[in-house]
């Protein structure tokens, strides 16, 4: 349930989360992390609220309702205490988070990190334009930190998806190959992946760009030298579009 409650004056969104826990019920046995049951419905509560669109975290107040045979309730309703230690938890959860802000941190400090140097680079560095420059520095770090497989395809997954208005994907990994000779193998896989892919994408835009002006009757001779298919194809396309038209 939800409700408009006023605090100093301004209205405010209170929801209340009645969770009803009778000890005998056999399908709910007597749970000690009820508390943590708690704060779970509570936050899902919250993020219900913002997908309506509202632009602040609501107030969630857990109530648990309790008709066991034995009183009073036996355990804690803090949320804290279900951890093994709640004080470190509590200094945790109540204070400000931690952040690591790499945009003000130097490269030099970066480099010093060891093993998440690379994933703090990469991250620091991924929208800038001459990105490139960086290469030697990236390089170095996966040979001095050898990361595995399926890490080294997240880096490239990461830098092809997030970076991809700032990186030219390929020429970093053939630039990264020379200098990384510990993962040429994987980066050319890679390499061959992206020409594929990008060699797919360039088809399926020439044929969107042939069925147009097919459609809008420009001569084939024409069509054939703006896209370089071949008459054959032309009429392949030509074809399918009118099936696809009829569906």
């Known amino acids: ?39 779970r419905y509570s936050v899902a509560a919250m993020q219900y609220h913002l997908e309506q669109g509202h632009k602040h975290v609501p107030l969630v107040i857990p109530l648990l309702f309790y008709h066991g045979r034995k009183g009073p309730y036996p355990y804690s309703t803090r949320w804290l ?5 709640p004080e470190t938890a509590e200094s945790v959860y109540f204070n400000p988070f931690s952040l690591v802000d790499v945009t003000v941190i130097s490269d030099e400090t970066l ?6 140097a690379l994933m703090e680079m990469v991250q620091k560095h991924i929208f800038v334009r001459n990105w490139m420059d960086k290469v030697c520095d ?12 399926a890490q080294f395809n997240s880096f490239v997954y990461y830098i092809d998806h997030t970076g991809k208005r700032s990186i030219k994907t390929q020429l970093f990994l053939t630039t990264l190959a020379r200098q990384a000779p510990r993962y040429k193998g994987n980066i050319m896989t890679l390499v061959e992946q992206l020409e594929r892919k990008g060699m797919r994408k360039g088809f399926r835009k020439g044929k969107e760009v042939a069925r147009t002006l097919l459609a809008k009757g420009v001569e084939r001779t024409i069509i054939a030298a703006t896209t370089g298919f071949s008459e054959k194809k032309l009429t392949a396309f030509e074809v399918t579009g009118a099936t696809d038209a009829t569906l």
């Not at 939800?2 to 009778?22: D, E, L």
């Not at 480099?111 to 998440?116: D, E, Q």
């Open 1 to 39: 349930m939800n409700a408009q409650a006023r605090h100093y004056g301004k209205p405010r969104t209170v929801y209340s989360i009645p969770a009803c826990f009778s000890e005998h019920q056999r399908l709910i046995p007597m749970d000690k992390l009820m508390a943590f049951r708690l704060m």
């Open 111 to 116: 480099l010093g990190h060891r093993r998440i």
């Open 138 to 149: 990236i390089a170095a770090l996966m040979q001095n930190w050898p990361i595995t497989k």
């Open 81 to 85: 205490d279900c951890f093994a230690d």
